[in-house]
């Protein structure tokens, strides 16, 4: 409690008494040990906060002047006496007169003490709503306060009057809410403004009443212990008298104030907790309520939900919202007078009271609380979501008429006759008419919400009818529109698409690209200069610094760096990680040595020490090159630093980051390059090659092309996105001119402003899930499996007769990438994107418009500065969508406000170590109608069992885990767990979740199989399990039979392998390498197929299968040594991957391999050479050969690559690069000679992840 910090309210007091603070603080050590001078002084403080509030009752009561003056001596002695004192010794003695001083002092207006009256007339200056307001919150903190303090010999609130005094701090704080809700509409031209400073000053008197009989019957020494108890409960039991509204004249005090409000004006209220006194008002009418007699407690759910839906209201709606909450209010003082007029009938009296009988407006006050609470719900409405939605909302209410027919039984024929409305526009119309597309999602979200406040009793029942009749017309007038403009669809969607009426977007033609076109136009010099530091130059280790502002291009210069040929040639050891604003020095740790040694599995259980020790060592006396991108702040760097050894051998470090402080702090030998704007030319020329693949550009859009060009005002970043636009549209003068008049005259450097251009030119069903990358992190690598999954249960994709959802998500990220709004970060080794990531302007840009559509809520921030049970995060403010962007201590305090979602995702936080939530189970119980719960990056304890609806869930759990799950998740879709290491047990409920299609598990999932199984037709996807032999993995595939990508291994396998039809995409592992597997008997259908750790006899069972694209053999022996390819062998085989394989030589046919593009060998320590017919592949794009012992082996790839280029001119070979690994005996500067390579590797001008 410190002085400083509390405002004196007595008029002209403000007296000076830090000094005793400081007297406590700087003598705490010299003085006594039986003395406590902190407790003393808050003893002190706490009586002197009573003393003042005494003295401001005097400026609006008939306070005795004697008393008064009392205390004014009181403060005066204080504050001369503690300003004498020069020595320690002498605190006590002074401390221990002031506090006998207010003892006395207090005996004395004690014994005269009474009920204030208010004097009059009254005081204009004090009796305000701001004085009141600032007064009523002081008792309150005060009262809160006094029982808090500890007294060295008794308690300062005897335990008997603990309760007591919480219910007299009950009553004020519902008090302070009336007082906040009346004081913001109180008009100053108010021609009667009587009703409204009685009410005032009796705010004032019964608020310092409360805090003086609190004060003065406190315990001046523990003989009055008791004594004081008595007294004050006495008290207390009066005072609850003199602020509840069973008097009359006490009662009259509240409605005449409320009618004066009614009927007074209306001021356009700005308060900015606004909806915070509404609710505080209702919510101290509910309180009245309560206490009533059952028989007047029916307007309880009407209170309820009036208060339920106040909270983020429409400011328009504020006036008609306090019409409602003022009837109501009058409702329940009416019904005092009521109960009041029942009692004086009952005696025999005549009550003279005139009663206020407000019953018969019940129904108005319905309506117009229906109408208000509508419009909340309506402001809450997504404005932009998938069409797939609606589907899962008509199989959710089909469920909801099964289990909780009861609860819905007086709707259950409306809702038949919504549903059918629904299906029939979904079947004929769905993605027909954009705007009554989006009309029919916010019609089906409305019906869901009622369904669930219905099955919750959330809603009451006239309010139900009303809503539900309401929605039955309208939807019945829309579907009348619909089918008015069905004949006029193309002349509807060009009235009605957000873009102009000369853009229209080939969708289907950026669904065919798939390639990356990272362009680098512009900073040739640049490269070239970063370049020659990064090769040669000092001896020393040295940072390149590349600063500049976001979207010039930072990230893809400092990539073209890393991956030029003389550079990744140059050093022994490359990897990279990227910082962001929110990282974790282990996270950095973990991902630079996981880059650094790809071959080897790096635990993220490891403590942050040893991971730093492991990355030094891994350093040592290496020529390594590390890029730090994204760097914010000098921690992250100074975080890192230690870790980078000094071998005066070249090794550098490359970083990137928007601040100019950051660079100059990390420098090292070399000034920070701080990159340029684009020239115009250079804007041009990148615009050019992404609209038109570097092509040539019509002579007739030169003009407009450059005009284009220049106002995306030299940024990269935006010159890609407008490039996105154009490529969309006709390749026409007409459709450019409109482009160039959208961008409008001042969007130079404005790059939000044509990211907004670039998502306006969205397709509708594609504007939710661009948004949607909003609830990723920055810098985040995304994989696209899990951002299809997601789409998907989120209703973004609409379901489709023909096509998997999976694959028509995957096109819709095709079109995003090809707008450049999307960036590929990894391929697959079949080509397919297999991680994207989003640049930081346009995360920036998903999170802010997808608040603003309602769409999806991202909360950022401190989670110590993180209050969920602020009015700010109520229910009803908190979106369909949320994402806690930050690590999360408690989560039950969260479960409340967000029952509601549909989606919940809990990130990582910056805090190291892995967040966990306790009773998993019990918080998120109150989750009922989840569809995602992704929950990766947290570690649970349990799993909830009422999530009856959940389409998707991303959990981690605790090493060798057991997990549990509810037998009634028969919507779940997706399942994604992540152990912390060893194994995780499913249980036997995994076999009852019949929606299931894709299940991964992390490392290793065990099933339990002496359990009848039920078969599982719908999975496609299952990762990865562990099978002790072949016999149980039989059991467990043969009730699996339609998967189509599978990972498993099993540890003893005789060869035999069950024949799927529809398999694909199969990694299989033998577990350890010493069985040797006899068949295989693979089936047919596969594309991709990884075979490790095992021996193989026979690979020609892997080279007939007709349709593989991709093989891959890691650490496996194959019997003969020898390996023959025949012309009829691997007829489709697009990549080739031999990782650690025994065989020594290889002989391949010459029409083997027809449609071969990539071949990498990894430590194949015993083959020498590779075939001479390689080089006449006219398919094959790039051989890698890394880690051989054979130098031969690297000779051979070198010739390939000469005959590609040379002999049969392979443009595609043409365009890869071939990249040495030099050992790290060799001298710094200069070029290296050929004589010392090790290996070769000639890669895509993107490398792919294999």
């Known amino acids: 409690m410190s002085s400083s910090s509390y405002e004196y309210l007595s008029i002209g007091k403000d007296y000076d008494l830090s000094y005793l603070e400081k007297l406590a603080n700087e003598w705490d050590s010299s003085l006594p040990r039986n003395i406590d001078p902190k407790n003393l002084i808050e003893i002190i403080y706490m ?70 009256e208010a004097s009059l007339p009254l005081s204009s200056i004090v009796a305000t709503p701001e004085f009141a307001k600032k007064f009523i919150d002081t008792v309150v903190r005060n009262l809160t306060d006094l029982s808090e303090i500890c007294h060295p010999y008794f308690d300062i609130v005897p335990h008997s009057s603990k309760q007591p005094m919480e219910e007299v701090v009950k009553e004020l704080k519902l008090l302070r809410n009336f007082v906040y809700f009346i004081s913001d509409r109180i008009c100053s031209d108010e021609s009667d403004p009587q009703s409204q400073h009685t009410f005032l000053t009796h705010v004032l008197v019964v608020a310092g009443h409360a805090a003086m009989i609190s004060w003065l019957n406190l315990p001046n020494h523990w003989k009055e212990k008791n004594l004081a108890s008595a007294k004050m409960n006495a008290s207390f039991s009066d005072f609850q008298k003199r602020i509840q509204p069973i008097q009359p004249c006490i009662r009259k005090i ?6 004066a409000l009614k009927s007074g004006c209306h001021p356009n209220i700005e308060a900015e907790y606004v909806s915070d006194y509404k609710y505080g008002f209702v919510e101290t009418l509910v309180h009245r309520l309560k206490v009533l007699p059952v028989t007047f407690k029916d307007q309880m759910p009407m209170l309820n939900f009036l208060r339920d839906n106040l909270i983020n209201l429409p400011r328009e709606a504020f006036k008609d919202l306090d019409t409602a909450i003022i009837d109501a209010g009058l409702l329940v003082y009416s019904l005092y007078d009521r109960v009041e007029e029942k009692e004086d009938v009952a005696v025999g009296e005549s009550n003279q009271v005139p009663v206020l009988d407000l019953s018969g407006d019940i129904p108005s ?19 932009i979501d998938g069409l797939g939605s609606i589907d899962i909302i008509l199989d959710h209410l089909k469920e909801y008429l099964s289990l909780y027919s009861d609860s819905l039984s007086s709707i259950k024929s409306q809702l038949w006759t919504i549903q059918q409305q629904l299906d029939h526009f979904q079947k004929h119309h769905g993605g027909s008419f954009q705007y009554f597309s989006m009309q029919m999602i916010s019609i089906a979200y409305e019906v869901y919400h009622l369904v669930v406040s219905c099955i919750n009793n959330d809603i009451p029942e006239w309010c139900l009818v009303l809503w539900i009749g309401d929605i039955i017309e309208e939807i019945t007038l829309l579907m009348k529109e619909v089918l008015k403009n069905h004949d006029e669809k193309k002349v509807a969607d060009l009235v009605l698409h957000t873009t102009t009426d000369v853009v229209s977007a080939h969708t289907s033609q950026l669904a065919r690209i798939t390639s990356i076109r990272e362009e680098m136009v512009g900073f040739d010099e640049v490269v070239q200069t970063l370049k020659g530091k990064l090769i040669r130059g000092s001896s020393k280790l040295d940072l390149i610094s590349i600063v500049g502002m976001a979207g010039l291009g930072k990230t893809t210069l400092a990539n073209k760096l890393f991956l030029d040929q003389l550079v990744v040639s140059h050093f022994d050891v490359r990897a990279q990680c990227c910082v962001s604003q929110a990282y974790t020095r282990k996270d950095l740790l973990l991902t630079i040595l996981r880059g650094a040694k790809k071959d080897t599995v790096i635990s993220d259980k490891l403590p942050e020490n040893e991971l730093a020790d492991k990355l030094r060592k891994l350093l040592f006396g290496q020529r390594y090159l590390i890029l730090i991108d994204d ?72 003009d407009v092309g450059q005009k284009i060009a220049q106002k995306c005002g030299g940024l990269p970043l935006s010159v ?6 154009l490529e969309t549209m006709e390749k026409e003068k007409r459709c450019w001119e409109q482009v160039a008049i959208n961008l409008g005259p001042h969007i130079q450097a404005k790059s939000e402003d044509i990211i907004n251009l670039s998502y306006q030119d969205l397709p509708f069903h594609l504007k939710p899930c661009f948004l949607y990358f909003g609830v990723f992190s920055e810098d985040e690598e995304i994989k696209v499996s899990k951002l299809t999954w997601l789409w998907t249960a989120e209703g973004l994709v609409k379901t489709h007769t023909e096509k998997l959802s999976e694959d028509i998500a995957e096109n819709y990220l095709k079109n995003l990438i090809g707008r450049n709004l999307v960036m590929v970060s990894k391929k697959s080794s079949d080509g397919k994107t297999k991680t994207c990531r989003i640049h930081d302007l346009l995360l920036e840009f998903c999170k802010k418009k997808a608040k603003v559509e309602n769409f999806l809520q991202c909360i950022e921030g401190d989670n110590d500065n993180m209050n969920p049970s602020s009015t700010s995060f109520q229910k009803h403010s908190i979106q369909r969508r949320v994402c806690l962007q930050f690590q999360v201590d408690n989560l039950a305090e969260w479960s409340s406000i967000c029952s509601d979602v549909q989606s919940f995702h809990l990130m990582k936080g910056r805090k190291i170590g892995l ?41 981690k759990v605790a090493e060798d885990s057991s997990l549990t799950f509810s037998d009634n998740l028969w919507n779940l879709e997706t399942l994604i767990v992540k152990g912390l290491g060893g194994r995780v047990t499913l249980p036997d409920t995994i076999w009852k979740m019949v929606k299931l299609r894709h299940l991964h598990v992390y490392n290793r999932a065990i099933f339990n199989i002496n359990n009848a199984l039920q078969e599982m037709d719908g999975l496609r996807t299952l990762s990865s399990t562990w099978f002790p032999c072949v016999e149980d993995a039989n059991r467990i595939f043969a009730k699996t039979p ?76 194959i019997r003969p040594e020898v390996w023959k390819v025949t012309d009829e062998h691997f007829p489709h085989l697009k990549f080739l991957k031999l990782q650690d394989l025994s065989f020594s030589e290889w002989d391949v046919s010459d029409d083997a391999f027809p449609y071969l593009e990539h071949l990498v060998l990894r430590r194949c320590q015993y083959l020498r050479m590779i075939p001479s017919c390689f080089g006449y592949m006219m398919s094959l794009k790039s051989i890698e050969v890394k880690s051989c012992k054979e130098e031969s082996l690297a000779e051979s790839a070198l010739e390939i690559k000469n005959m590609q280029v040379d002999e049969i001119g392979n443009s595609d070979f043409q365009d ?35």
């Not at 006998?100 to 009920?115: A, N, P, V, W």
């Not at 870790?643 to 990390?666: K, M, P, Q």
């Not at 890609?720 to 636009?725: R, S």
């Not at 019990?922 to 990056?937: A, G, I, M, P, Q």
């Open 47 to 116: 009586n002197l906060k009573f003393l003042d509030m005494f003295l401001s009752l005097q400026s609006f009561t008939t306070v005795c002047w004697y008393a008064a003056q009392k205390v004014q001596e009181v403060f005066s002695y204080a504050e001369t006496e503690v300003k004498r004192i020069n020595h320690p010794g002498d605190v006590a003695s002074v401390f221990f007169k002031l506090e006998e001083h207010i003892c006395e002092t207090k005996l004395e207006i004690r014994d005269k003490y009474s009920f204030p």
């Open 254 to 259: 509240y409605v005449d104030v409320l009618q």
């Open 365 to 383: 006050i319905q309506a117009l609380i229906y109408l208000i609470s509508r419009k909340s719900f309506h402001s809450k409405l997504p404005k």
């Open 631 to 702: 760097v914010w702040e000098t921690t992250a760097y100074d975080d890192l630093m230690p870790c980078f050894y000094e071998a005066n051998n070249g090794s550098r470090l490359i970083l990137t980051t928007r601040h100019d402080h950051v660079a100059y702090h990390a420098k090292l030998v070399s000034d920070p390059h701080f990159l340029r704007k684009f020239t115009l030319e250079e804007s041009w020329m990148l615009l050019k090659n992404k609209v038109f693949n570097k092509k040539s550009c019509p002579v007739v859009l030169e």
């Open 720 to 725: 890609v996105l407008v490039a996105g636009i």
């Open 915 to 955: 967040p966990s939530i306790g009773y998993a189970s019990h918080t998120f119980n109150s989750f009922k109608f989840l569809w995602v719960l992704d929950l990766e990056f947290t570690v649970i304890d349990s799993f909830p069992e009422e999530l009856t609806y959940l389409r998707y869930v991303a959990v």
């Open 1042 to 1117: 339609n998967l189509q990508k599978l990972r498993c291994e099993v540890l003893s396998c005789d060869g035999f392998f069950p024949a799927f039809n529809n398999l694909e995409m199969l990694k299989f592992s033998w577990g350890r390498l010493g069985i040797w597997a006899g068949d295989l008997n693979l089936p047919p259908s596969l594309k991709k197929l990884t075979l490790s750790n095992g021996r193989v006899c026979r690979l020609e069972q892997v080279a007939i299968l007709p349709r593989l694209e991709v093989l891959k053999l890691l650490n496996v022996s």
């Open 1216 to 1250: 890869s690069r071939m990249l040495r690994h030099s050992p790290k005996n060799d001298p710094f500067i200069g070029q290296p000679s050929s004589s010392s390579f090790v290996g070769y590797q000639l890669l895509e001008h993107v490398a792919s992840s294999g």
